[in-house]
């Protein structure tokens, strides 16, 4: 069984940064890839970043720029560096980690509000 949790959540203005993290535990090896999604009321989930297990990323259009993923394979964990946030970046945001199966996170919320 593979665990996920979300944290760094939170309220701020538009233009300012917020910092989430992905932590995964349990029964996980190497070669897992993590992304971050993201749905907002009434809207599909959508991919916001992913980075693969070689360190890959790729970015969602509409946060290219702005948003940088990376990770730490020694503490199992991803972070999602979000700069000059927007209103329309008011989601709930979620991690996936994919090993062998996807296994999600509960979410954090992040609202992007003057």
Not at 21 to 34: D, E, K, L, P
């Amino acid at each position: 069984q593979v665990h996920v949790v979300e944290s760094g959540g939170g309220w701020v203005q538009p233009g300012e940064s917020l910092r989430l993290s992905c932590t995964a535990s349990g029964r996980i090896f190497s070669g897992y890839h993590m992304s971050w999604y993201r749905q907002a009321p009434g809207k599909e989930r959508e991919m916001v970043a992913r980075i693969t297990s070689a360190f890959r990323t790729d970015y969602a259009d509409s946060v290219r720029g702005r948003f940088t993923i990376r990770r730490d394979n020694a503490k199992r964990t991803m972070y999602l560096q979000m700069n000059n946030l927007k209103p329309e970046d008011t989601a709930i945001y979620y991690c996936a980690v994919v090993f062998q199966e996807t296994y999600w996170g509960q979410g954090t919320q992040v609202t992007v509000s003057s």
